[in-house]
């Protein structure tokens, strides 16, 4: 069974720093591009930051020059780390990938079921 795990979320002060996790694991041929979606209350969910598997990044305007993603293809694994946090940056946080996982080859999107961010004094 293929699944996507978040870790890392939490309760952080504003200015504060988090870095979020995320594994795939299960029967997996091939990854291509990660990203990490968010969902405040009564909001719709949103593009947080994306990175191809070769590299290439792009953000939401909101988190520019304050999240930055990377991934480690060795762990099957893609991060986010969210620096000077801010009370708007709260909410449910989703790690999202496109897996082949069957032969004939075909993209799947999948989600995982999201870490809380939670950013208060």
């Known amino acids: 069974q293929v699944q996507l795990v978040e870790s890392g979320g939490g309760l952080v002060q504003p200015g504060g720093s988090l870095r979020l996790s995320c594994v795939a694991s299960?029967?997996?041929?091939?990854?291509?591009?990660m990203g990490w979606y968010r969902q405040a209350p009564g909001t719709e969910r949103e593009l947080v930051a994306r990175?191809?598997?070769?590299?290439?990044?792009n953000y939401a305007d909101s988190v520019k020059g304050r999240f930055t993603i990377s991934r480690d293809n060795a762990k099957k694994t893609v991060y986010l780390q969210m620096s000077s946090l801010k009370p708007e940056d709260t909410a449910e946080y989703y790690c999202?990938?496109?897996?082949?996982?069957?032969?004939?080859?075909?993209?799947?999107?999948?989600w995982g079921k999201g870490t809380l961010v939670t950013v208060s004094s």
């Open positions: 990175i191809t598997s070769g590299g290439s990044t």
């Open positions: 299960g029967r997996i041929f091939s990854i291509h591009a």
């Open positions: 999202n990938a496109d897996l082949i996982t069957t032969l004939p080859a075909y993209v799947t999107a999948y």
